[in-house]
């Protein structure tokens, strides 16, 4: 028996200036499954992740979380919104708090007023945030640290550990390779790719197509379309050549 | 950065992990709420709720009889137009004497300058007012000179301060091509200078308008008189009439400073918080050209306007000269001011400085986070804080005394709630601009309105406002001396009941004491200031 679904977008549309930016997009996301997204500059990969996180409403579509619309009242949505986590290619750390208080903000969806002022003023459940720490290879003794002290590497690491924290459903991420050298880039999809406790579904954007190796399906987007979507060992290189053709890289 | 140990000073520092993250720090202030809260009941005097009431309903019926709008909008011309004359001539002033107080203009001349213009700083424009208002009798040009006298050597210490602090490398190439030292200056130092002066200036214009309307609450001419007079006469629809007048003509001004400080691409005002700004303009080069030629057509129609100003007002200068004779007066006390209660003096002024601050510095983020959910709470809270920085502080005090008893406490909610108008804009604003991406992430996770707006955008902010609060606390500190008349408030009530009387030997030495603590406020905000800043 499949696994149950997801997400599921229907038939959306978003309106761009001039040339629309999503076009009759229908995508269906499993629990658990992991997807890459691919396609050339401005084919609407990072729209349709908009799409998908719920920060963008399409002009035209149906947008189903396990098989419900999104909701009406700001609490549900919330709920909704929560099981959903992003990571930003910007990261969006929070400069002036701690490690521990950056991890603890991926809680806030769960938590209530009382807890998220307490975690500024003692920060909070410090086992679990070492743990994810540990599990991201990093030293738990950077819990006390302030994010701005941090490496690179390090805030890219605390960002995912904030996602972790958050225990998503699904896991978005927009280009997360892009700006990393090639080292940080294979760690980081590494991280992204593993086996959490549950089981989580994965979609994500990429530039590069050589980096398909632990995904199980792939998609490819271009001019607003989808040009194809099947599992990754359904693809061939015309496939990829087409997508990609006359396209500035 | 520092490694996260901002607040951990000796003394300071609890040893564990105890540490309010900077986004709490803006609401802390708020804290001063709950014994304020607690002490209220004790304070109130038991009626004048009926008047309150009455007071609001009359909002929404203000008076619309032809002759109390003609004479609210009398009011309200010749307050804007003291403002205006009070604004120009200080700026014009201000610039000069920033210029001659300058030390890599002046070198050490410069202190001395800088020094002495301490004193016209430290001095409140009211209590200006109403010495000249002694002095030379009633006159138009006593509410511009008071207005100009302050604000002059205010200006004249930003300039000063931004002209030391800008690098002065192009100034010694100038000066070692042997270009003339005028020529030199006005090369090197006047275009950075220049957006900062602006920026300044039209932050000083909204204060000119803030403190006409007080000046007029003195007698000094303008709606304020009217909206005393109204006030006290208990004619709530008239007062009204008036007040939500002077409210559209100063957000006409707000708006009109801040739209040209956007098209003039001149820095916010206090440079309050813009990590992810994006006022970048596509074409500087262009801009600038076109920023010049609007200035000097700005500056060319400004000139017969201050002057047309000045003639429909009948100011004259001259008037200032002709000084009233005063009464004999007898000779002076000494052993009469120093039985002044002293001690008691200036720790009520500091008190009702410090409740003052805490409680508009405070309660503006709380109200921003509680109304945050809801656009129309937002509205709501807007108009409340226009409202409050419109109003001058002696009337709200006045309103206060409805249902208070007069004192340090009442006279601390008044000069809050005046001040809280003002902070509580310049915050709504900056958190528009600041953090938008970190709080979006946040509501993406599922985080409400309230926490992302505390965790994504109040923990960028938390310094500048806490800067920019330091800096109010040195203006309340100055403008203690306008709620004087809800009695018993320290120095201030001391100070307007030796006006009223004039005992120049109690004024004197009144004066003297008050500057003394309003530069050494200065000081102390400043290092404050500048310590937050610095991170």
Same mark, same amino acid.
């Given at each position: ?27 269906r ?37 396990q ?16 099981r ?25 969806g ?13 920060p ?6 070492a ?9 738990p ?26 225990e ?9 390779? $892009? ?17 959490g ?23 490819g ?27 500035? $890289? | ?7 951990? /000073? ?21 804290l ?23 007071? @609001? ?18 009011g ?6 003291? @403002? ?15 210029? &001659?107080?300058?030390?890599v ?38 509410? %511009?000179?008071?207005?100009t ?18 690098p002065?490398?192009?100034? /010694? ?40 309307t007080?000046?007029? %609450? ?12 109204t006030?006290?006469s ?8 008036g ?38 303009s ?49 000779? @002076?006390?000494?052993? #009469? ?20 601050? @805490? ?23 807007q ?9 001058p ?36 604003e900056?958190?528009?601009h ?6 979006? #992430? ?34 309340? &500190?100055?403008e ?7 009695g ?9 009941e ?23 406020? /200065? ?13």
């Amino acid at each position: 028996m499949p696994a149950p679904c997801l997400l599921e977008l229907e038939d959306i549309h978003v309106r761009g200036r001039g040339t629309p930016r999503l076009q009759a997009v229908s995508l269906r996301l499993r629990a658990g499954e992991r997807v890459a997204l691919l396609g050339p500059s401005g084919a609407g990969k990072s729209t349709l992740l908009a799409v998908a996180n719920g920060l963008l409403v399409p002009d035209r579509g149906r947008v189903l979380w396990q098989g419900e619309p999104r909701a009406r009242s700001a609490r549900a949505r919330r709920r909704q919104q929560a099981r959903i986590g992003t990571l930003w290619q910007d990261l969006r750390l929070i400069e002036e708090l701690s490690v521990q208080q950056n991890l603890n903000a991926g809680r806030l969806g769960q938590w209530g007023w009382p807890r998220a002022v307490l975690n500024l003023l003692l920060p909070l459940e410090s086992e679990a945030c070492a743990r994810v720490l540990r599990r991201l290879d990093l030293d738990p003794a950077l819990l006390d640290q302030p994010v701005a002290a941090l490496s690179g590497g390090q805030r890219q690491r605390v960002a995912l550990g904030r996602l972790l924290r958050q225990e998503p459903a699904l896991l978005l991420a927009d280009e997360p390779l $892009a700006s990393l050298d090639p080292r940080l880039a294979g760690e980081l999809l590494a991280l992204l790719l593993e086996e959490g406790d549950s089981p989580r579904a994965l979609l994500l954007s990429l530039h590069r197509p050589d980096l398909l190796g632990g995904f199980d399906r792939v998609v490819g987007l271009r001019a607003g379309r989808v040009q194809f979507d099947r599992p990754l060992a359904a693809l061939d290189p015309g496939l990829l050549a087409e997508l990609y053709a006359g396209a500035a $890289a | 950065m520092s490694t996260g140990t901002a607040l951990a /000073e000796p003394g300071w520092a609890a040893p564990d992990r105890w540490r309010p993250a900077a986004p709490l720090w803006p609401l802390l202030p708020a804290l001063v709420l709950l014994p304020l809260l607690a002490l209220l009941p004790g304070l109130s005097h038991g009626g004048g709720w009926n008047l309150v009431g009455r007071f @609001a309903l009359a909002a929404l019926r203000p008076s619309l009889d032809p002759l109390v709008l003609a004479s609210v909008l009398r009011g309200l011309a010749v307050t804007v137009g003291l @403002a205006l004359l009070g604004w120009a001539l200080s700026l014009a002033l201000g610039v000069v004497l920033g210029v &001659l107080s300058a030390r890599v203009v002046w070198g050490h001349r410069a202190e001395l300058i800088r020094r002495l213009l301490a004193l016209p700083r430290s001095i409140h424009e009211l209590l200006w007012g109403l010495l000249l208002l002694q002095l030379v009798g009633l006159q138009p040009a006593v509410a %511009v000179l008071a207005i100009t006298i302050p604000f002059a050597a205010l200006v004249a210490r930003v300039v000063s301060d931004q002209l030391d602090a800008l690098p002065t490398g192009r100034l /010694e190439a100038l000066r070692a091509a042997g270009v003339a030292e005028p020529a030199a200056l006005l090369t090197a130092l006047g275009p950075p200078l220049l957006p900062q002066v602006l920026s300044y200036g039209g932050y000083r214009l909204e204060c000119a308008l803030r403190s006409a309307t007080l000046l007029g %609450v003195f007698g000094l001419g303008g709606l304020g008189t009217e909206l005393r007079l109204t006030l006290q006469s208990l004619a709530f629809e008239e007062l009204w009439t008036g007040l939500w007048a002077l409210l559209a003509a100063m957000l006409l001004l707000e708006r009109l400073v801040g739209w040209l400080r956007r098209r003039w691409t001149m820095p916010a005002r206090f440079g309050l918080g813009s990590d992810t700004g994006s006022t970048g303009s596509g074409t500087p080069g262009r801009e600038v050209g076109r920023r010049g030629r609007e200035l000097l057509l700005a500056a060319v129609l400004l000139l017969p306007l201050l002057v047309a100003v000045a003639w429909g007002l009948q100011v004259d200068p001259a008037s200032l000269l002709r000084w009233q004779p005063l009464p004999p007066l007898p000779p @002076a006390d000494w052993a #009469a001011v120093a039985a002044l209660p002293w001690p008691r003096l200036v720790a009520n002024t500091l008190v009702l400085t410090l409740l003052a601050a @805490a409680l508009a510095v405070g309660t503006a983020p709380l109200l921003l986070l509680l109304v945050s959910p809801w656009p129309w709470g937002q509205g709501l809270v807007q108009v409340l804080w226009a409202l409050g920085r419109l109003w001058p502080p002696p009337l709200i005090a006045l309103l206060l005394l409805l249902v208070l008893k007069p004192g340090v406490i009442t006279g601390a909610l008044a000069l809050g709630l005046h001040n809280l108008g003002v902070l509580g804009r310049l915050l709504m604003e900056s958190a528009e601009h600041s953090g938008e991406s970190r709080e979006q #992430a946040l509501l993406g996770a599922g985080c409400g309105p309230r926490l992302a707006l505390l965790y994504g955008r109040f923990s960028g902010l938390a310094r500048p406002y806490l800067a920019y609060g330091a800096y109010r606390a040195d203006v309340i &500190l100055r403008e203690s001396v306008v709620v004087g008349l809800v009695g018993a408030t320290g120095l201030g009530s001391q100070l307007l009941e030796a006006l009223s009387g004039f005992a120049y030997d109690q004024l004197a030495a009144l004066m003297l004491v008050y500057a003394a603590l309003t530069l050494l406020g /200065e000081e102390l905000s400043d290092r404050l200031r500048r310590r937050l800043l610095s991170g």
